[in-house]
Protein backbone atom coordinates (compact mmCIF):
# COMPACT_ATOMS: atom_id res chain seq x y z
CA UNK A 1 0.00 0.00 0.00
CA UNK A 2 1.77 3.32 -1.32
CA UNK A 3 1.01 6.45 1.01
CA UNK A 4 1.27 10.00 0.16
CA UNK A 5 2.17 10.87 4.18
CA UNK A 6 5.37 11.89 4.46
CA UNK A 7 8.21 9.45 4.03
CA UNK A 8 11.62 9.33 5.33
CA UNK A 9 14.60 7.51 4.48
CA UNK A 10 17.64 7.63 6.88
CA UNK A 11 21.45 7.91 6.12
CA UNK A 12 23.73 6.36 8.50
CA UNK A 13 26.79 7.72 9.09
CA UNK A 14 27.73 8.34 12.61
CA UNK A 15 28.27 12.10 13.21
CA UNK A 16 27.06 12.89 9.39
CA UNK A 17 24.03 11.52 9.55
CA UNK A 18 21.00 12.46 7.85
CA UNK A 19 17.36 11.95 6.85
CA UNK A 20 15.77 12.31 3.34
CA UNK A 21 12.22 13.90 3.44
CA UNK A 22 10.04 12.90 0.52
CA UNK A 23 6.91 13.96 -0.01
CA UNK A 24 4.12 17.04 -2.33
CA UNK A 25 4.17 20.49 -0.50
CA UNK A 26 7.63 20.39 1.36
CA UNK A 27 10.18 22.71 -0.04
CA UNK A 28 8.48 26.10 0.87
CA UNK A 29 6.94 24.82 3.84
CA UNK A 30 9.16 26.70 7.10
CA UNK A 31 8.79 23.13 9.16
CA UNK A 32 10.81 21.12 6.34
CA UNK A 33 13.90 23.35 7.77
CA UNK A 34 12.97 23.97 11.14
CA UNK A 35 15.50 21.37 13.10
CA UNK A 36 18.35 23.04 11.35
CA UNK A 37 21.56 24.79 13.24
CA UNK A 38 20.34 28.73 14.02
CA UNK A 39 21.98 31.03 11.08
CA UNK A 40 22.13 34.06 10.40
CA UNK A 41 22.23 33.25 6.77
CA UNK A 42 21.03 31.15 4.07
CA UNK A 43 22.10 31.60 0.41
CA UNK A 44 19.60 29.18 -2.29
CA UNK A 45 22.38 28.30 -4.99
CA UNK A 46 20.14 27.57 -8.32
CA UNK A 47 20.37 28.10 -11.77
CA UNK A 48 18.29 30.59 -14.62
CA UNK A 49 15.70 27.80 -15.50
CA UNK A 50 14.70 26.50 -11.73
CA UNK A 51 15.05 29.73 -9.94
CA UNK A 52 12.42 31.64 -11.36
CA UNK A 53 10.16 28.73 -10.74
CA UNK A 54 11.04 27.90 -7.47
CA UNK A 55 13.55 30.41 -5.37
CA UNK A 56 10.76 33.09 -4.25
CA UNK A 57 9.04 30.27 -2.21
CA UNK A 58 11.88 28.76 -0.43
CA UNK A 59 12.78 32.27 0.15
CA UNK A 60 9.85 32.83 1.88
CA UNK A 61 10.40 29.57 3.99
CA UNK A 62 13.72 29.72 4.53
CA UNK A 63 12.80 34.01 6.37
CA UNK A 64 11.15 32.24 8.76
CA UNK A 65 14.59 30.78 10.08
CA UNK A 66 17.08 33.27 8.49
CA UNK A 67 17.40 36.90 9.09
CA UNK A 68 19.09 36.93 5.73
CA UNK A 69 18.33 35.06 2.88
CA UNK A 70 20.06 35.58 -0.35
CA UNK A 71 19.82 33.70 -4.01
CA UNK A 72 22.62 33.22 -6.72
CA UNK A 73 21.28 32.02 -10.04
CA UNK A 74 23.71 29.98 -12.20
CA UNK A 75 23.86 29.41 -15.94
CA UNK A 76 21.78 26.29 -16.76
CA UNK A 77 23.14 22.97 -18.00
CA UNK A 78 25.78 20.33 -17.69
CA UNK A 79 28.33 22.66 -19.68
CA UNK A 80 28.38 24.90 -16.85
CA UNK A 81 29.45 22.83 -14.37
CA UNK A 82 33.03 24.45 -14.17
CA UNK A 83 35.14 26.15 -11.91
CA UNK A 84 33.74 29.47 -13.72
CA UNK A 85 30.04 28.26 -11.92
CA UNK A 86 31.87 27.62 -8.88
CA UNK A 87 33.19 31.09 -8.34
CA UNK A 88 29.61 32.74 -9.05
CA UNK A 89 28.75 30.64 -5.65
CA UNK A 90 32.29 32.12 -3.74
CA UNK A 91 31.52 35.62 -5.15
CA UNK A 92 28.04 35.36 -3.67
CA UNK A 93 28.99 34.43 -0.28
CA UNK A 94 32.02 36.62 -0.30
CA UNK A 95 30.27 39.48 -1.77
CA UNK A 96 27.47 39.17 1.16
CA UNK A 97 30.25 38.64 4.18
CA UNK A 98 28.72 35.21 4.90
CA UNK A 99 30.58 33.50 7.84
CA UNK A 100 31.18 29.88 8.03
CA UNK A 101 27.67 29.38 9.80
CA UNK A 102 26.22 30.28 6.31
CA UNK A 103 23.78 27.43 5.12
CA UNK A 104 23.84 26.80 1.67
CA UNK A 105 20.54 25.19 -0.72
CA UNK A 106 20.96 23.58 -3.24
CA UNK A 107 17.60 24.27 -5.51
CA UNK A 108 17.85 22.70 -8.64
CA UNK A 109 18.77 19.31 -10.15
CA UNK A 110 22.15 17.53 -9.84
CA UNK A 111 24.43 20.01 -11.58
CA UNK A 112 23.22 22.73 -9.27
CA UNK A 113 23.61 19.91 -6.33
CA UNK A 114 26.86 18.64 -7.27
CA UNK A 115 28.45 22.17 -7.36
CA UNK A 116 26.48 24.11 -4.18
CA UNK A 117 28.19 20.67 -2.43
CA UNK A 118 31.34 21.68 -3.75
CA UNK A 119 31.10 24.87 -2.85
CA UNK A 120 29.60 23.90 0.39
CA UNK A 121 32.54 21.25 0.95
CA UNK A 122 35.37 24.14 0.55
CA UNK A 123 33.90 27.79 1.72
CA UNK A 124 36.17 28.43 4.23
CA UNK A 125 36.67 25.00 4.77
CA UNK A 126 33.12 23.87 4.99
CA UNK A 127 29.99 25.39 5.92
CA UNK A 128 26.51 23.47 5.97
CA UNK A 129 24.22 22.75 3.01
CA UNK A 130 21.04 21.51 2.27
CA UNK A 131 19.68 19.56 -0.85
CA UNK A 132 16.62 20.97 -2.26
CA UNK A 133 16.08 18.38 -5.51
CA UNK A 134 14.14 19.26 -8.20
CA UNK A 135 15.08 16.27 -11.01
CA UNK A 136 14.23 12.57 -10.51
CA UNK A 137 17.58 12.27 -11.34
CA UNK A 138 18.66 14.17 -8.40
CA UNK A 139 16.08 13.20 -6.17
CA UNK A 140 16.60 9.49 -5.89
CA UNK A 141 20.55 9.73 -6.66
CA UNK A 142 22.69 12.97 -6.70
CA UNK A 143 21.02 14.29 -4.02
CA UNK A 144 21.91 11.69 -1.62
CA UNK A 145 25.20 10.22 -0.31
CA UNK A 146 27.21 13.29 -0.51
CA UNK A 147 30.11 13.23 -3.80
CA UNK A 148 30.19 16.87 -4.79
CA UNK A 149 32.36 17.80 -7.97
CA UNK A 150 32.79 19.62 -11.24
CA UNK A 151 33.80 18.89 -15.11
CA UNK A 152 36.99 19.11 -16.14
CA UNK A 153 37.13 19.25 -20.08
CA UNK A 154 39.00 16.26 -19.72
CA UNK A 155 37.09 13.85 -17.72
CA UNK A 156 33.26 14.43 -15.87
CA UNK A 157 33.17 14.90 -12.37
CA UNK A 158 36.88 15.14 -12.00
CA UNK A 159 37.36 18.06 -9.34
CA UNK A 160 35.19 17.31 -6.34
CA UNK A 161 34.86 16.23 -2.71
CA UNK A 162 32.67 13.62 -0.21
CA UNK A 163 30.95 16.05 1.14
CA UNK A 164 27.12 15.25 3.05
CA UNK A 165 24.36 17.29 3.22
CA UNK A 166 22.33 18.15 6.89
CA UNK A 167 19.21 16.73 5.11
CA UNK A 168 17.16 16.15 1.47
CA UNK A 169 14.06 17.53 1.12
CA UNK A 170 12.32 15.59 -2.16
CA UNK A 171 9.18 17.65 -3.40
CA UNK A 172 7.33 15.21 -5.80
CA UNK A 173 5.26 18.42 -6.47
CA UNK A 174 8.34 20.34 -8.33
CA UNK A 175 8.65 17.03 -10.92
CA UNK A 176 5.52 18.38 -12.24
CA UNK A 177 7.44 21.10 -13.80
CA UNK A 178 10.68 19.18 -15.47
CA UNK A 179 9.56 17.97 -19.06
CA UNK A 180 9.64 14.95 -20.22
CA UNK A 181 13.34 14.54 -21.53
CA UNK A 182 14.56 14.72 -17.77
CA UNK A 183 11.92 12.60 -16.38
CA UNK A 184 13.17 9.75 -18.55
CA UNK A 185 16.79 11.04 -17.85
CA UNK A 186 16.13 10.47 -13.95
CA UNK A 187 14.61 6.92 -14.66
CA UNK A 188 17.76 5.57 -16.21
CA UNK A 189 19.03 5.87 -12.41
CA UNK A 190 15.65 4.40 -11.06
CA UNK A 191 16.21 1.64 -13.12
CA UNK A 192 19.73 1.07 -12.25
CA UNK A 193 18.79 0.04 -8.85
CA UNK A 194 17.03 -3.41 -9.87
CA UNK A 195 19.75 -5.09 -11.78
CA UNK A 196 22.55 -4.11 -9.44
CA UNK A 197 20.27 -4.67 -6.20
CA UNK A 198 16.83 -5.58 -5.90
CA UNK A 199 15.11 -7.13 -9.18
CA UNK A 200 11.50 -7.29 -6.96
CA UNK A 201 12.17 -2.96 -7.76
CA UNK A 202 12.61 -3.86 -10.88
CA UNK A 203 9.43 -6.29 -11.95
CA UNK A 204 7.61 -3.33 -10.14
CA UNK A 205 9.05 -0.80 -12.28
CA UNK A 206 7.82 -3.35 -15.54
CA UNK A 207 4.67 -2.80 -13.88
CA UNK A 208 4.08 0.62 -12.93
CA UNK A 209 6.44 2.68 -15.72
CA UNK A 210 3.30 4.47 -17.56
CA UNK A 211 2.03 5.29 -13.82
CA UNK A 212 5.14 6.86 -12.85
CA UNK A 213 5.54 8.28 -16.85
CA UNK A 214 2.11 9.92 -16.10
CA UNK A 215 4.00 11.63 -12.54
CA UNK A 216 1.23 9.77 -10.33
CA UNK A 217 2.07 11.13 -7.36
CA UNK A 218 1.84 8.06 -5.22
CA UNK A 219 3.92 6.00 -7.96
CA UNK A 220 6.60 8.68 -7.80
CA UNK A 221 6.89 8.57 -3.89
CA UNK A 222 7.42 4.84 -4.29
CA UNK A 223 10.48 5.40 -6.77
CA UNK A 224 11.66 7.65 -4.82
CA UNK A 225 11.50 6.56 -1.42
CA UNK A 226 12.76 2.73 -2.73
CA UNK A 227 15.85 4.29 -4.97
CA UNK A 228 16.80 6.50 -1.52
CA UNK A 229 16.55 3.46 0.79
CA UNK A 230 19.32 0.97 -1.59
CA UNK A 231 21.39 3.95 -2.32
CA UNK A 232 21.63 5.03 1.41
CA UNK A 233 22.42 1.33 2.66
CA UNK A 234 25.19 1.45 -0.54
CA UNK A 235 26.65 4.75 0.89
CA UNK A 236 26.20 3.46 4.36
CA UNK A 237 28.42 0.46 4.00
CA UNK A 238 30.95 2.78 2.04
CA UNK A 239 31.01 6.38 2.24
CA UNK A 240 34.01 6.66 -0.08
CA UNK A 241 33.82 4.53 -2.39
CA UNK A 242 36.35 2.15 -1.41
CA UNK A 243 34.53 -0.69 -2.45
CA UNK A 244 31.08 -1.64 -2.97
CA UNK A 245 30.00 1.98 -3.44
CA UNK A 246 31.59 1.48 -7.42
CA UNK A 247 28.34 -0.44 -8.26
CA UNK A 248 26.17 2.88 -8.05
CA UNK A 249 27.97 3.26 -11.00
CA UNK A 250 26.40 0.26 -13.52
CA UNK A 251 26.39 1.71 -16.14
CA UNK A 252 28.15 5.25 -15.95
CA UNK A 253 31.79 3.98 -17.42
CA UNK A 254 30.29 3.80 -20.91
CA UNK A 255 28.06 6.11 -20.22
CA UNK A 256 30.63 8.90 -19.12
CA UNK A 257 32.33 8.09 -22.31
CA UNK A 258 29.42 9.16 -24.41
CA UNK A 259 29.14 11.85 -22.55
CA UNK A 260 32.95 13.40 -23.04
CA UNK A 261 33.12 11.88 -26.38
CA UNK A 262 29.95 13.50 -27.56
CA UNK A 263 31.01 17.04 -25.48
CA UNK A 264 29.16 17.74 -22.07
CA UNK A 265 25.45 18.49 -22.51
CA UNK A 266 25.05 16.88 -25.96
CA UNK A 267 23.09 13.91 -24.22
CA UNK A 268 21.61 14.07 -21.27
CA UNK A 269 23.84 11.86 -18.14
CA UNK A 270 20.77 9.93 -17.56
CA UNK A 271 20.85 9.37 -21.01
CA UNK A 272 24.37 8.50 -21.44
CA UNK A 273 23.47 6.38 -18.02
CA UNK A 274 20.58 4.49 -19.81
CA UNK A 275 22.55 3.51 -23.00
CA UNK A 276 25.74 2.38 -20.51
CA UNK A 277 23.52 0.07 -18.75
CA UNK A 278 22.54 -1.47 -22.05
CA UNK A 279 26.12 -2.16 -23.22
CA UNK A 280 27.17 -3.30 -19.98
CA UNK A 281 24.64 -5.42 -19.67
CA UNK A 282 25.29 -6.91 -23.31
CA UNK A 283 29.39 -7.43 -21.49
CA UNK A 284 27.53 -8.88 -18.66
CA UNK A 285 26.19 -11.92 -20.84
CA UNK A 286 29.58 -12.14 -23.20
CA UNK A 287 31.20 -12.97 -19.98
CA UNK A 288 28.99 -15.64 -19.75
CA UNK A 289 27.51 -13.83 -16.18
CA UNK A 290 23.63 -13.43 -17.16
CA UNK A 291 21.87 -14.63 -20.22
CA UNK A 292 20.26 -13.21 -23.33
CA UNK A 293 16.70 -13.00 -21.24
CA UNK A 294 18.13 -11.11 -18.91
CA UNK A 295 19.64 -8.49 -21.27
CA UNK A 296 16.61 -8.37 -23.38
CA UNK A 297 14.38 -7.38 -20.34
CA UNK A 298 16.51 -4.55 -19.20
CA UNK A 299 17.02 -3.28 -22.81
CA UNK A 300 12.86 -3.07 -23.30
CA UNK A 301 12.67 -1.19 -19.77
CA UNK A 302 14.94 1.16 -20.96
CA UNK A 303 13.73 1.62 -24.40
CA UNK A 304 9.94 2.15 -23.05
CA UNK A 305 11.41 4.77 -19.99
CA UNK A 306 12.06 7.11 -23.11
CA UNK A 307 15.90 6.63 -23.23
CA UNK A 308 18.38 6.00 -26.12
CA UNK A 309 19.54 1.92 -26.17
CA UNK A 310 22.01 2.45 -29.36
CA UNK A 311 25.38 4.54 -28.41
CA UNK A 312 26.60 7.21 -30.55
CA UNK A 313 29.72 6.73 -33.25
CA UNK A 314 32.50 8.49 -31.01
CA UNK A 315 35.12 8.29 -34.18
CA UNK A 316 34.23 7.38 -37.16
CA UNK A 317 37.70 5.77 -38.01
CA UNK A 318 38.16 4.13 -34.86
CA UNK A 319 34.99 3.98 -33.12
CA UNK A 320 35.54 1.23 -30.42
CA UNK A 321 39.30 2.78 -29.79
CA UNK A 322 37.63 6.27 -28.78
CA UNK A 323 35.22 4.57 -26.37
CA UNK A 324 38.17 2.55 -24.65
CA UNK A 325 40.48 5.56 -24.73
CA UNK A 326 37.91 7.70 -22.61
CA UNK A 327 37.12 4.83 -20.43
CA UNK A 328 40.92 4.47 -19.49
CA UNK A 329 39.86 8.06 -17.86
CA UNK A 330 37.24 6.73 -15.46
CA UNK A 331 37.85 7.22 -11.88
CA UNK A 332 37.69 3.48 -11.22
CA UNK A 333 40.40 2.85 -13.87
CA UNK A 334 43.58 1.38 -12.13
CA UNK A 335 47.48 1.56 -14.03
CA UNK A 336 44.93 2.14 -17.18
CA UNK A 337 43.08 -0.83 -16.63
CA UNK A 338 39.39 -0.42 -16.83
CA UNK A 339 36.85 -1.41 -14.17
CA UNK A 340 33.33 -2.16 -15.41
CA UNK A 341 30.40 -2.41 -13.32
CA UNK A 342 28.75 -5.87 -14.67
CA UNK A 343 25.46 -7.64 -13.57
CA UNK A 344 27.13 -10.92 -11.51
CA UNK A 345 23.36 -12.25 -11.31
CA UNK A 346 20.37 -10.33 -11.71
CA UNK A 347 19.86 -8.49 -8.49
CA UNK A 348 23.80 -8.05 -7.93
CA UNK A 349 26.40 -6.33 -9.19
CA UNK A 350 30.49 -6.91 -9.72
CA UNK A 351 33.19 -4.85 -10.50
CA UNK A 352 36.21 -6.29 -12.75
CA UNK A 353 37.93 -5.61 -15.72
CA UNK A 354 36.98 -7.24 -19.14
CA UNK A 355 39.31 -7.76 -22.08
CA UNK A 356 39.56 -5.32 -24.64
CA UNK A 357 38.50 -7.42 -27.41
CA UNK A 358 35.11 -8.53 -26.02
CA UNK A 359 34.23 -4.66 -25.07
CA UNK A 360 34.94 -4.01 -28.71
CA UNK A 361 32.58 -6.40 -29.91
CA UNK A 362 29.88 -5.09 -27.85
CA UNK A 363 30.49 -0.93 -28.59
CA UNK A 364 30.24 -2.58 -32.43
CA UNK A 365 26.86 -4.16 -31.30
CA UNK A 366 25.39 -1.37 -29.81
CA UNK A 367 26.46 1.73 -31.55
CA UNK A 368 24.12 3.40 -34.12
CA UNK A 369 25.25 2.62 -38.06
P1 LIG B 1 20.38 19.06 -14.35
O1 LIG B 1 20.78 19.48 -13.02
O2 LIG B 1 21.09 19.65 -15.51
O3 LIG B 1 18.82 19.32 -14.51
C1 LIG B 1 18.19 18.98 -15.72
C2 LIG B 1 17.45 20.15 -16.36
O4 LIG B 1 16.18 20.29 -15.71
C3 LIG B 1 18.13 21.49 -16.23
O5 LIG B 1 17.91 22.23 -17.40
C4 LIG B 1 17.41 22.13 -15.06
O6 LIG B 1 17.46 23.52 -15.08
C5 LIG B 1 16.02 21.62 -15.26
N1 LIG B 1 15.19 21.53 -14.08
C6 LIG B 1 15.56 21.11 -12.86
N2 LIG B 1 14.49 21.00 -12.06
C7 LIG B 1 13.43 21.38 -12.79
C8 LIG B 1 12.04 21.48 -12.53
N3 LIG B 1 11.53 21.07 -11.36
N4 LIG B 1 11.23 21.94 -13.49
C9 LIG B 1 11.74 22.29 -14.70
N5 LIG B 1 13.03 22.20 -15.03
C10 LIG B 1 13.87 21.74 -14.07
O7 LIG B 1 20.50 17.48 -14.53
P2 LIG B 1 20.18 16.25 -13.56
O8 LIG B 1 19.80 15.15 -14.45
O9 LIG B 1 19.29 16.63 -12.45
O10 LIG B 1 21.60 15.93 -12.91
C11 LIG B 1 22.69 15.50 -13.69
C12 LIG B 1 23.96 15.77 -12.94
O11 LIG B 1 23.96 15.03 -11.72
C13 LIG B 1 25.20 15.39 -13.70
O12 LIG B 1 26.14 16.43 -13.64
C14 LIG B 1 25.71 14.18 -12.94
O13 LIG B 1 27.11 14.04 -13.00
C15 LIG B 1 25.24 14.46 -11.56
N6 LIG B 1 25.09 13.26 -10.73
C16 LIG B 1 25.66 13.28 -9.51
C17 LIG B 1 25.50 12.20 -8.66
C18 LIG B 1 26.06 12.24 -7.28
O14 LIG B 1 26.06 11.23 -6.60
N7 LIG B 1 26.51 13.39 -6.81
C19 LIG B 1 24.76 11.09 -9.07
C20 LIG B 1 24.18 11.11 -10.34
C21 LIG B 1 24.35 12.20 -11.16
N1 LIG C 1 25.90 8.04 -8.28
C1 LIG C 1 26.95 7.20 -7.80
C2 LIG C 1 27.26 7.40 -6.37
O1 LIG C 1 26.67 8.23 -5.72
O2 LIG C 1 28.13 6.76 -5.85
Not at 130 to 157: E, F, R, W
Request: glycine share 8%; with cysteine.
Amino acid sequence: MISLDLQTVAIDLADRSYTIAIRVSLFDNPLSYAQLPKAGAALIVTNTTVGPLYASRLERALSAQFAKVYTVQLPDGEAYKTWESLNLIFDALLGHGCDRKTVLFALGGGVVGDMTGFAAATYMRGVPFVQVPTTLLAQVDSSVGGKTAINHPLGKNMIGAFYQPLKVVCDLDTLKTLPARELSAGLAEVIKYGPIADMDFLTWLEAHLDAVLAREPAALAQVVRRSCEIKASVVAQDERESGLRAILNFGHTFGHAIEAGLGFGVWLHGEAVGCGMVLAAHLSQRLGLVDAFFVHRLVTLIAKAGLPTKAPVLDSADNAGRYLGLMRLDKKSEAGEIKFVLIDQPGCAVVRPAPDALVRQVIDLCCQK
